[in-house]
């Protein structure tokens, strides 16, 4: 199923609607908010991954758009270049999805792209620049 992670910005007056309610619900998505803020009388932002058939997804950005929301590709992911990792383990602590972690089997660090929310955390810390920003795309996988 093909997957799409967006950076969702909220105007005030919208703040309130239930967005990822209607993508679920009218459009057949799946909403996975991988990071959020949110407050009133002020602009939000939003990081999602959005999983559904092709043109489901299509009609979803759509639909987001047509409602008023700022609608941006996530503007990268993170990526880790094992070769340069010496498993110091500094990029650990401030990872908050534990994407990056301690396999304790090898005590190696091992990276779940999966579970990585793009928050950058990771890039300042560690010494040896193992880690960068790669810029985003499509997935695709069965069903689309």
């Not at 990822?20 to 909403?31: A, G, N, P, Q």
């Not at 409602?67 to 401030?94: D, F, Q, S, Y």
Request: with cysteine.
């Amino acid at each position: 199923m093909p997957k799409k992670k967006v950076v969702l910005n909220f105007p005030p007056h919208l703040i309130d609607q239930p967005v990822t309610y209607r993508l679920i619900k009218e459009h057949d998505l799946e909403v996975n908010i991988l990071r959020a803020r949110i407050n009133p009388n002020e602009w939000g932002r939003m990081v999602v991954e959005l999983s559904g058939k092709k043109p489901k997804l299509e009609a979803g950005l759509r639909f987001l758009t047509d409602l008023g929301l700022g609608v941006e590709p996530l503007a990268g992911e993170v990526k880790w270049l094992e070769e340069r990792c010496i498993h110091c383990t500094a990029c650990i602590a401030p990872c908050p999805t534990h994407a990056l972690d301690l396999d304790r089997t090898g005590m190696t660090v091992a990276f779940d792209r999966e579970r990585c929310i793009a928050c950058e955390l990771c890039l300042n810390v560690c010494p040896y620049r193992a880690i960068e920003m790669a810029s985003g795309q499509w997935e695709q996988g069965a069903g689309a």
